[in-house]
């Protein structure tokens, strides 16, 4: 049996920084009847998590909103009209909770947890029965909680549009959740993968991580072309996944294979790159906005990750739930590798 009250983590205001951040007294939810009380066990971080009370998030989302979209947890109760779910299951948090399968909509991508609707900071929470996931059997609930957002978004660039196949080439950016997954996701279907960082320390974990080429883009400006000619008959990369934005748009089109796929994820970089949409032209390429995945492409990488037995890569430092805010100020201050996971 839940109990009737609980603790939560909102956050309360748009102009209070990461002092919006607050831990509350809140009634646990009643279930509805098509809905699942899941105890949450762990939740992780994404960048927006920190975009949303800095004022930085360009989508809409409420306040006071329960903060953090990602998160793993068990069912403890469900609705007279539940049929997908049973008490006891272990269970992942959809990212936008409308987006099932399929194309996603203005009415879907406005479904978000942790901004349109309440996340899972929390210790228990009451979700539509289509809007959770089983949980991988293989993965502890730290890592399970890391899958939501930045592995769902890493394996709908490899597998959304044009999917992936053995032997081709992947180029990921950087060290962050997003590109991590895709490096582990993209070794595990037989390509080949170039990974960019910034350091020479983090170099050698990619490597360990399984990445065929490592450059650092911080000694290298001319990345791109470097990447391309590593590829076989230097023809470029068939998957670039582009978080980097205004300062990494041109090395990715210098990298990129003809009919290859450019995903436009991040812009941790900035938001204006010089590189304008006829570059997709002069370099015959795809590049393809996309908003995280639905549940069907979630329920396929659940299964990937079962069957090659695949370990997000979480921080070695790991936060308490009434160390939250300790958990926002540790990755702002970019102190992270891989995801940061807080058990609650
Ligand atoms: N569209 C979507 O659905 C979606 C979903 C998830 C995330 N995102 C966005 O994707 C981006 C990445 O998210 P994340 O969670 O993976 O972030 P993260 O964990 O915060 O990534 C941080 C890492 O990015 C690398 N980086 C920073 N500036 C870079 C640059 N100029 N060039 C290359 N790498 C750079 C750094 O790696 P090194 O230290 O190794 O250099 C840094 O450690 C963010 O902008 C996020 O908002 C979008």
Redesign the pocket.
């Known amino acids: 049996m839940a109990p009737s009250n609980q603790k939560q983590w909102i956050i309360a205001a748009k102009d209070k920084d990461l002092d919006g951040l607050q831990l509350v007294d809140a009634e646990v939810p009643k279930v509805g009847e098509n809905e699942v009380l899941v105890k949450m066990c762990a939740a992780s971080l994404?960048?927006?998590d920190l975009?949303i009370p800095k004022g930085m998030y360009p989508f809409p989302f409420k306040t006071p909103v329960v903060a953090a979209s990602d998160g793993s947890g068990e069912v403890v109760e469900v609705g007279s009209k539940v049929t997908q779910w049973k008490q006891g299951d272990k269970v992942l948090t959809l990212f936008n909770q409308g987006h099932q399968f399929g194309d996603i909509t203005p009415a879907t991508a406005a479904t978000g947890l942790g901004g349109a609707e309440d996340g899972t900071l929390r210790q228990y929470a009451t979700f539509n029965e289509c809007g959770l996931v089983r949980a991988p059997k293989n993965l502890s609930h730290a890592e399970g909680a890391t899958l939501t957002?930045?592995g769902l978004?890493a394996w709908n660039a490899l597998y959304g549009l044009k999917p992936l196949k053995p032997g081709q080439y992947v180029l990921t950016?950087?060290?962050?959740?997003?590109?991590i997954f895709a490096l582990q996701f993209a070794k595990a279907a037989g390509a080949t993968v170039i990974a960019?960082?910034?350091?020479a320390e983090?170099g050698e974990i990619l490597k360990k991580l399984g990445a065929d080429h490592v450059i650092n883009?911080k000694e290298d400006a001319n990345w791109g072309k470097t990447a391309k000619a590593l590829t076989t008959n230097g023809q470029g990369v068939d998957h670039i996944l582009e978080?980097?934005g205004t300062?990494?748009m041109e090395n990715s089109l210098a990298a990129v294979k003809m009919e290859g796929i450019i995903s436009i994820?991040?812009?941790?970089?900035g938001a204006k790159p010089e590189a304008t949409l006829l570059d997709t032209l002069s370099n015959i390429c795809t590049a393809r906005g996309?908003?995280?995945g639905s549940k069907a492409q979630m329920e396929e990488m659940v299964a990937a990750i079962e069957a090659n037995d695949i370990h997000p890569v979480v921080d070695k430092q790991q936060f308490s739930f009434e160390q939250t805010r300790e958990a926002y100020d540790y990755m702002w201050a970019?102190k992270?590798f891989g995801k940061i996971a807080i058990n609650i």
């Open positions: 994404n960048y927006r975009a957002c930045a978004t950016q950087g060290t962050g959740g997003v590109s960019t960082t910034s350091s983090k883009y978080v980097g300062k990494t994820i991040g812009f941790l970089s996309l908003f995280v970019q992270h």
